[in-house]
């Protein structure tokens, strides 16, 4: 009885001090820290929960705190939100200036405030990137940075990816940007191996950032213009993209969950005849075979709905000298076409250590990640028989792929011809799987000699291993396969190391004066080696095995082995950077690094990069102190030197190799004067802030020359097979306008929308160069041996389509060309202007965003339709349904297939990339701030554009030159729905 009278008198004490607290009654004044004038419509919440208000005409406000809360949080529009426990029944809160123009951004082998931003630098926060369906992390900021073009290569999940910054900056491949993940920069090149090649071609390379989660990414940055990337030297001509990974907050432990489940489709189905419009086909043309007398969709019978599930788990744990962030994801992605998909187990570990007081610590870095791919037969480089989308787009309509329970070809229906391949049974009789296991890490001491100088010391490693099992069954009717089956494996390694040591010293020389001093030494060490085995010739099988596992049973004559090694490749650099910030006026920095690569020739091993560049802030000028129009203005200007070593490794040496037949034959004739491709660029920027920082945004110019063009010349055929690098003459000159805006357009207590919009204009030319013509754009399939499509030549952009001009048909049906069918320049495949917007808006609990992208004014070449489903298939495999009834006369089915204007296409696009709609549920049970979310991703495509998606690029080379905006039956592109939960604990 005693206990419970204790229990009772706690209670009722229990409830008069909660209705005591619980109507406690805060009020303020919410001001410009800057200037102390009121802040209207400022946002003042109780911390932890939905109750708040907004200020007054006079920045006044009052709230009454729910029971149990003590703390306000104080935002407005462009200035830092501020958290202050009330402690009284007065909380006045004065707000700092803009977040937007105040964040930190990272730079090479720093930070800096955003508002002391001296080059070109674009960043973006984890709530800024793209949501949905991610596996590799460029796709994050896809449409979201101004001059940066992302371009998916397959509709593969994991597929390789296009990435330009600021257009093309190179005539040969090793054109991508160089990403840099916590101070490491990586290779560039994914150790994914491939099979021998035969005639269903090698399979397609994966996204070298495959390997990392995509949700341990916290900021990503952007360095555009040479006076911010020149600090990476020879390796960031290209742009640098800096990828830095969440770490725990101190004092804080943290606990959070998130999954994701999903569905996916086809975007977009090319438009080829059915069973019934392939019979009026063949009366039109009167024709009186071809006729199987059914109706079957082959295309669709190859796809499925893929499902998706992504897992991710992350526990961070903050002490005073320790913090460890720990995260763990599962991804499971089914393609959309059978036998597709990836799985990634991934894993990683942030740690940061204080000792002595804080006088020196360490950070420790880990992520390490292994991904399975099933590979379907879909390579854009397979001969005219080898490409699952090829057979099922040319697969005759109104013949079954099944005839009583087996697979229907020439065997059993007359109507398939010998080199038709039922793609039902390509897909049975094909098994490829890839594995690749990669493991980054680093280890990163530091020491602060003085308050004001610190010695830091990075060690980093980037392994990578992979493995690629495959098999060919002897049943199927591809050439070079039939009657033997085919089996390969193969393994590549590759691996890079990096010694990094750095002095940094900051100090305020007087009141007015702030200087910055970077100093560094870094090595840097490339090691890519590989081999593999193929056999061909299995005779005694069981159907259904996979002949990977039995390659010794392969005929004694018909195999294969293979290894390689690249030369080893060192890079030695020395780098230093000053900042100098005067007052709030003017910041000044100046870069030089000095690199000294393997690469090069005896004469040139070592190449220097500096750059300059300055911001000058008018907003804090006497003359504008009067001015109502601005809330931020500053004027940057820059100048910068970067350079190109992605070439291949031993150019500039003699090199000899092994050839078929046990002899020695040289591979590469030296240049001891090969040198830098150097990339000077001119930027001016403009950045700016108005209507209370409701309206901010940047303004840029730029002017890229690229010299010392890096080419073998042999390049041009016919030529002996002896390569031979040395710098060309000649210049790649970019130019553009870069145009960010961001808009809050709404931002009222109940209600929040925010308005993002980019867009860049381009220019390419190559100019002053007077060698022979450089051919790329190879073409594929049927009428295409040998034929190529795009050179690059002077006075015109790269990639330069130079084809027949097709005038139409004759009354014969025949093709008809002008200048008697002599190629002529055609357009370009280089979009020149670059879109981007999106918009999110808040409703409380509620928040929608969406995001559009585009390009416009490029061209694409249709090779799929040329080669692949011509009207010369009439009466054996399908066609191009436009094809049909698409002129006055008909085309005759002996037209002969060739290449040139008719198949250019405009690659105009606007894309709803994706959208997301998630409502915060609060706290659930044991689980908080739990959030669920509907994503999807190409919802929308508006296009005239007649294949996949103008959105896909078939690369393929040319000696080495990369072709560009050709599509050649690639993975199609998929459209996706995911629902999402996070929680955390």
Do not use: C
Request: charged share 15%; no cysteine.
């Amino acid at each position: 009885m005693k206990k419970l009278s204790t229990l009772l008198s706690f209670f009722a004490f229990m409830v008069l001090a909660l209705s005591s607290t619980a109507q406690r009654s805060v009020s303020g004044v919410v001001t410009d820290g800057s200037n102390g004038e009121a802040l209207i419509g400022a946002t003042v919440v109780a911390l932890g929960t939905d109750v708040g208000t907004i200020t007054d005409i006079d920045g006044s406000y009052t709230l009454s705190l729910p029971a149990g809360v003590d703390a306000l949080v104080f935002s407005y529009t462009g200035y830092q939100s501020q958290t202050i426990t009330a402690t009284g029944d007065v909380v006045n809160a004065a707000l700092s200036a803009g977040q937007l123009i105040n964040e930190v951004v990272v730079v090479g082998y720093g930070t800096v405030r955003k508002r002391d931003l001296t080059g070109s630098v674009a960043s973006l926060k984890e709530e800024d990137f793209n949501k949905g369906l991610v596996i590799s992390s460029d796709q994050l900021l896809q449409g979201r940075v101004p001059g940066v073009n992302i371009v998916n290569n397959s509709g593969q999940p994991g597929g390789q990816a296009t990435v330009k910054i600021r257009g093309n900056n190179s005539i040969r491949s090793g054109a991508d940007p160089l990403y840099v993940v916590d101070g490491i920069p990586l290779d560039g090149r994914t150790p994914k191996a491939s099979l021998l090649s035969t005639d269903i071609g090698s399979i397609e390379n994966s996204n070298p950032l495959n390997f990392l989660n995509p949700s341990d990414i916290a900021s990503i940055e952007v360095l555009k213009d040479a006076s911010s990337a020149a600090i990476y030297g020879s390796r960031a001509s290209n742009g640098v993209i800096l990828i830095t990974t969440k770490k725990a907050r101190e004092g804080k432990t943290d606990v959070s969950f998130g999954a994701n489940f999903g569905t996916s489709s086809l975007l977009k189905k090319y438009d080829v005849l059915s069973g019934d419009e392939y019979r009026s086909a063949l009366s039109a043309y009167g024709l009186t075979s071809g006729d199987g007398g059914g109706s079957v969709d082959a295309f669709d019978e190859i796809l499925r709905t893929g499902a998706t599930q992504n897992y991710n788990l992350s526990i961070g744990v903050g002490g005073e000298n320790s913090r460890t962030r720990f995260s763990a994801n599962y991804t499971n992605v089914d393609g959309i076409v059978k036998e597709s998909g990836l799985k990634r187990y991934s894993g990683s570990i942030n740690s940061q250590y204080k000792f002595l007081d804080g006088k020196a610590g360490a950070d420790v870095f880990m992520v390490a990640s292994h991904t399975g791919e099933d590979i379907s037969p879909i390579s854009t480089n397979a001969g005219f028989t080898g490409n699952l989308v090829g057979q099922a787009l040319q697969w005759n309509p109104t013949i079954p792929l099944m005839t009583d329970g087996e697979f229907t070809t020439g065997l059993n229906n007359a109507g398939v011809g010998a080199t038709t391949i039922n793609p039902l049974q390509l897909l049975d009789a094909h098994s490829e799987k890839a594995q690749t296991t990669v493991i980054l890490g680093s280890i990163s001491p530091y020491y602060n000699i003085t308050d004001n100088l610190q010695y830091r010391y990075r060690l980093g490693v980037n392994y990578g291993t992979g493995t690629t099992r495959g098999s060919m069954s002897k049943d199927i009717n591809v050439q070079g396969i039939e009657g033997l089956g085919f089996a390969g494996l193969s393994n590549n390694t590759l691996l890079t190391t990096l010694h990094a040591h750095t002095l940094n010293f900051n100090t305020d020389i007087n009141d007015n004066i702030s200087l910055n001093l970077l100093g560094g030494y870094e090595y840097q060490k490339f090691d890519f080696k590989g081999f593999g085995f193929g056999g061909f010739g299995f005779d005694d099988t069981i159907d259904g095995f996979d002949l990977s596992n039995a390659l010794q049973n392969s005929n004694n004559d018909n195999r294969v082995v293979f290894s390689f090694a690249d030369p080893i490749v060192e890079l030695q650099s020395y780098f230093a950077r000053a900042t100098f910030g005067i007052g709030e006026r003017f910041d000044v920095t100046a870069t030089v690094r000095a690199d000294g690569s393997t690469k090069f020739g005896e004469n040139n091993k070592y190449g220097v990069f500096p750059s300059l560049a300055a911001r000058w802030n008018l907003i804090n000028e006497s003359f504008m102190e009067n001015s109502s129009a601005f809330d931020d203005l500053a004027l940057r200007v820059g100048w910068g030197v970067t350079g190109n070593q992605e070439f291949p490794a031993g150019s500039a040496i003699n090199r000899f190799g092994l050839n078929g037949n046990n002899g020695i034959s040289q591979e590469n004739i030296g240049n001891p004067d090969l040198q830098w491709e150097e990339s000077s660029t001119f930027n001016i920027g403009l950045d700016f802030a108005i209507l209370d920082y409701k309206v901010s945004g940047t303004v840029e110019y730029y002017n890229r020359v690229t010299s010392n063009l890096l080419l073998d010349p042999f390049v041009q055929e016919p030529g002996p097979p002896i390569r031979a690098w040395k710098n060309i003459d000649g210049e790649l000159v970019n130019t553009g306008v870069e145009l960010g805006l961001n808009i809050f357009a709404v931002d009222a207590e109940s209600v929040k929308v925010n308005v993002g919009i980019n867009a860049a204009f381009l220019n390419n030319e190559l100019r002053d160069y007077t060698g022979p013509d450089i051919l790329t754009g190879n073409l594929f399939g049927q009428g295409s041996t040998g034929a190529f499509v795009q050179k690059h030549v002077n006075g015109e952009p790269l990639n330069t389509f130079f084809v027949r001009d097709y005038q139409g048909l004759d009354e014969n049906g025949n093709s008809v060309y002008a200048n008697d069918g002599e190629p002529v320049a055609f357009g370009d495949p280089n979009a020149d202007i670059i879109l981007g917007f999106n918009i999110n808006a808040d409703f409380g609990k509620l928040s929608i965003g969406t995001n559009w992208n585009g390009a416009f004014g490029h061209m694409l070449y249709n090779n799929t339709s040329m080669s692949v489903i011509p009207i010369g298939n009439l009466g054996n495999r399908n066609v191009d349904a436009a094809l049909i009834g698409s002129g006055s006369s008909l085309e005759s089915t002996a037209n002969p297939i060739a290449s040139s204007s008719r198949y250019l296409e405009s690659g105009d696009f606007v894309k709803l990339a994706n959208a997301t709609a998630s409502y915060a549920l609060g706290d659930v049970s044991s689980f908080k701030d739990v959030r669920i979310s509907l994503t999807g991703q190409n919802l929308l495509i508006l296009t005239d554009y007649s294949g996949f998606d103008p959105e896909i690029n078939t690369v393929n080379l040319r000696n080495g030159i990369p072709s560009s905006g050709i599509e050649y039956i690639p993975y199609p592109s998929a459209r996706t729905i995911l629902l999402g939960v996070t929680a955390s604990f």
